[in-house]
């Protein structure tokens, strides 16, 4: 999936998005292309903030059921990992 799967575009609509990508993935493996999209460090973009907190609580609901790929450039991504503690 990429930034367009996840993030909706009415308030409220990237979690459910989210979540249900994470839900369609139970068993096997979510991969995202391109993550580093969802969230630009130091951007008020709260929809991708949304969606980068969902993906961390589902992942840590559902620890043994899925495995959630990040892929991007590496570059971007070491920015990206910074945006979430979690």
Same mark, same amino acid.
């Given at each position: 999936?990429?930034?367009?799967?996840? #993030?909706?575009?009415?308030?409220? *609509?990237?979690a459910k998005?989210?979540?249900? =990508?994470?839900?369609? =993935?139970?068993?096997?493996?979510?991969? #995202?292309? *391109? =993550?580093?999209?969802?969230?630009? *460090?130091? !951007? !008020?973009? !709260?929809a991708g903030?949304?969606?980068?907190?969902?993906?961390v609580k589902?992942?840590?609901?559902? =620890?043994? *059921?899925?495995? #959630?790929?990040?892929?991007?450039?590496?570059?971007?991504?070491?920015?990206?990992? !910074?945006?979430?503690?979690?």
């Open positions: 999936v990429t930034r367009k799967d996840l #993030i909706g575009g009415h308030h409220g *609509e990237t998005l989210t979540s249900d =990508a994470v839900k369609s =993935a139970l068993g096997g493996v979510l991969f #995202i292309d *391109e =993550a580093y999209s969802l969230r630009h *460090e130091g !951007s !008020s973009d !709260s903030q949304e969606c980068v907190n969902t993906l589902e992942s840590e609901d559902h =620890a043994h *059921e899925i495995v #959630i790929i990040l892929a991007g450039y590496q570059k971007e991504m070491t920015t990206f990992l !910074s945006t979430n503690s979690g």
